[in-house]
C-alpha cells in the first residue's frame, strides 16, 4: 500500500505539461526486513499470535509459558526466561509501533493539506476540502487507537486502517489538481496556465520546508526499533524447546528490504 502525492503531482504535471516534483510517504514494515505472518494480540492475561494459513496456527505466551494450538509446550527454565523476555520486548514494542503508525498519517495528511492549500482558491470550496481532510486523519487515528493502540496488529487490516482517508483525501486532490490545470489550459489565457505552473514549481520546496524534518525525525525513530525486532529473532533461535514437528518456533522472520515493511520512510519520486 503507498499513500502518496505522486498522484497529485502526475496529475499537475500531465496536465499543464510542466514537471513536478513531489514527497512520498508510505506506511510499511519494519524497512530493516523484520515482519511477521501472525496477527498479534497484546492483553494483560498474555500475548496471542494467530494466522489462519500456516503452522502453528495459534501461539499463545504469558509468563513463560507457552501453549500452541491448544497444547502446553513443556519447556526448559532457561527457555521460561526467554519466553518472559519475548513477551516483555512484544509488549513494549507495540506502542512504539502505534506512535510511529500515528505520526506517519500525521505527516501524511500535513503534506496533503500543503497541496489543498496550494491549489484551492475558492474560499468556501477550500474549507469544505480542509474538512474533508481533517475527518479523514481523526478517523485514520482512532483506528490506529483502537488497533495497534490497544495492542491488537492485523496485517491484513494495517492497510486499509490507514490508507483509506488518505486514499479518499488523495483522489480528492487530485480532481482539484486536475481539474484546475484542464480549466486553465482550455482558457486560453496563458496567464492561468503560468500561475498554475508556478504553484506547482513552488509545491516541492513547500513540502520538504514543512515536512521533511518530521519525515526524518520519524525515520530515525522506526529505525531504533530494529535492534529490538534483531532481538526477538535472537530469542527465537535461542529457543531450546521444538514444536510437534520439530521444528523451531518463529513468530518474527527476517526478510530482505524489498519485502513488505511495517514503519514509515520517505522515497522520492519525479514525474516528467
Avoid at 496533503?112 to 481533517?134: I, S
Avoid at 524534518?213 to 531504533?224: E, P, T, V
Wanted: hydrophobic share 40%.
Amino acid at each position: 500500500m503507498r499513500m502518496t502525492l505522486l498522484a497529485c503531482a502526475m496529475a499537475t504535471g500531465m496536465a499543464i505539461g510542466g514537471g513536478a516534483h513531489a514527497k512520498g510517504y508510505q506506511i510499511n514494515d519494519v524497512h530493516c526486513g523484520y515482519s511477521t505472518d501472525y496477527d498479534v494480540s497484546v492483553q494483560p492475561a498474555g500475548i496471542a499470535f494467530s494466522r489462519t494459513d500456516g503452522h502453528p496456527g495459534d501461539v499463545f505466551m504469558h509468563d513463560g509459558h507457552l501453549r500452541v494450538d491448544g497444547r502446553e509446550v513443556a519447556v526448559s527454565a532457561d527457555d521460561a526466561g526467554r519466553l518472559r523476555q519475548y513477551e516483555q520486548n512484544v509488549r513494549s514494542l507495540m506502542p512504539e509501533v502505534a506512535g510511529i503508525a500515528r505520526e506517519g498519517v500525521t505527516i501524511g495528511f500535513a503534506a496533503l493539506r500543503t497541496v489543498l492549500m496550494t491549489f484551492a482558491d475558492n474560499e468556501g470550496e477550500r474549507r469544505e476540502m480542509v474538512a474533508r481532510l481533517d475527518q479523514n486523519r481523526e478517523q485514520a487515528l482512532v483506528r490506529i487507537d483502537d488497533t495497534l493502540g490497544k495492542g491488537v496488529w492485523k496485517r491484513h487490516e494495517m492497510d486499509d486502517v490507514i490508507g483509506q482517508g488518505i486514499q479518499s483525501s488523495v483522489s480528492d486532490l487530485v480532481g482539484k489538481v486536475a481539474g484546475a490545470a484542464v480549466t486553465a489550459a482550455l482558457s486560453g489565457d496563458d496567464s492561468k496556465v503560468a500561475a498554475l505552473q508556478a504553484r506547482a514549481d513552488t509545491l516541492d520546496e513547500t513540502i520538504d520546508k514543512e515536512i521533511d524534518g518530521r519525515s526524518d525525525a520519524l525515520n530515525r525513530r522506526a529505525d531504533a526499533l530494529c535492534p529490538r525486532f534483531s532481538a526477538l529473532e535472537q530469542l527465537q533461535q535461542q529457543f531450546q524447546f521444538r514444536l510437534q514437528d520439530g521444528s523451531r518456533l518463529k513468530l518474527v522472520t527476517h526478510e530482505d528490504k524489498d519485502n513488505k515493511k511495517l514503519v514509515t520512510a520517505t522515497d522520492h519520486a519525479r514525474a516528467d
